[in-house]
């Protein structure tokens, strides 16, 4: 994985000096918080409802070993002896004291991480495929290419001030699991004669007004990535709104202006600064790729594995939900939940990060990813050392066997949190998990994302949750609203409003009919939720969602 180099250190170091003299100032008074605001938000501290929130960056979901014990070692100084990871493949810490938040960088500077752009109208954390390096469906290992754009990226000075945030993702295979079509750039690697390059995607976005991105160019040689990106956000620079915050984003400039006239002037653009990249990306590409270099995978004997599986149920429920096929013989992926049923979706304790950290220099290669789906990744695992890894994780309460299941849900913090939230997240979100524990069916019912939000801003990507909820405010009250078919793959859909909201006491029982309902309509217990959703439509899921509709109409 990338190292920083002595540029990257005096840069980060001179960032957390200065924003230390920030610190000062606002504390004895001499910045108002309006004046302090845009200064905390350039280095990702947030205030919510009840205190501070850091956002950390973990680029393109990639970190180490020590990374992640630093990350542990901030938890208990400085914060209450955990982290959320998020949809954006950061960590948050939602209780730093304001005069320890630049001791918490500078610790972070220490082993090569950072909170900058991790807020703000500027271009954010650089996503990626979680299983980047490692899946065995993987055209190229995109990590280079999302390091070259952070490097790019950061402190941009043109594109400090965009007219709203704007987020790039990543993936290197053509399954994308990074949700590649709801951002305001999606890359996505493909082939064409022999040669990688990338289906360039652009205007798509969640929120308040979801769009599934566009296809701008279907096929752009890797050589051209850096300026075509530039000349794409140089167009939005120009064009998108300054004057309502709810149209900035770029999904609305190319929807306001046409695909055609965006993808003219973006090839404008495109030709005007080409020749100004004069090789000088590519060979710092060249150097990014040597250190991504895969890792000296091993061989050894699987009779172990093969034998716990057959010895222990438990493990091998586990090993056939959490683990993903791996490019090199002999090892797995493995999907470590954060998801304990009841748990808080995300929240891993400073403990459970040190065992991860342990297992990831022991038995990974030293490295760990985060998911957009807020799970903890060990891409690197021999199947002969995976009963040793998993008896690790169950005795610190991570080795749910639910990844893709109905418990493995996304959540927002919610307006447990959240200062912008109107409904809870969190609690809808571990009583579902909870109820479905309970009735022992989320294997019957298979393969099924649930995504909550608890405001119209979609952190928790409910729009394109296969069952989305989102919460809202109703006269005071929490209502949740339930999208059905939505879809974050490389067949990214918009989920459809079944019909009217439920309130708090109402959703689970829903969800729980909803649920039980598909599996009286699904052809064979291989057709999963989407399936059959995608055969039969919205309305025989509405009849069972809304059973009293159904009974006034028959009357």
Known sequence: MYQYNDFDKGFVRAR????????ERRIDGSLTEDEFKPLRLMNGLYLQLHAYMLRVAIPYGTLNSAQMGQLAMIADRWDKGYGHFTTRQNIQYNWPILRDVPDMLDALADVGMH??????????NVTADHFAGAAADEIE???????LLRQWSTDHPEFQFLPRKFKIAVTGSENDRAVTRAHDIGLRMVKRDGQAGFEVIVGGGLGRTPMVGKVIRDFLPKADLLPYCEAIVSIYNRLGRRDNKYKARIKITVHENGLEKIRELVEARFAEIRPAFSGVDQAVL????AQFAAPAFKSAPTD??????LANPAFRSWTDTNLSAHKAEG??????????????????????MR????????????????????????????????????????AVDLATANIGLISDIIACPGMDYCALATARSIPIAQEIATRFDELKLEHEVGPLKIKISGCINACGHHHVGHIGILGLDRAGVENYQITLGGDGTEDATIGERAGPGFSADQIIPAIERLVLGYLDLRSSAEETFLQTYRRLGLAPFKAVLYPSEVKADAA
């Open 355 to 394: 065992v991860l950290a342990d297992l990831a220099r022991r038995y990974g290669h030293d490295e760990l990813r985060i998911s957009h789906e807020q799970n903890v990744i060990l891409p690197h695992v021999h199947k002969s050392d995976l009963p040793t890894v998993y008896a690790a994780l169950r």
């Open 115 to 124: 909170a900058i752009q991790t807020s703000g109208n500027t271009i954010r």
């Open 304 to 309: 172990g594995y093969e034998a716990a599986r």
């Open 141 to 147: 290992d995109p990590r280079a290419i999302a390091e």
């Open 16 to 23: 957390t000096a200065q924003f230390r003299a920030q610190v």
């Open 331 to 352: 090892y797995a992926i493995v999907s470590v939940s954060i998801k304990k049923h009841g748990a808080t979706p995300g929240d891993a304790t400073s403990g459970q």
């Open 286 to 289: 060249a150097g990014i790729e």
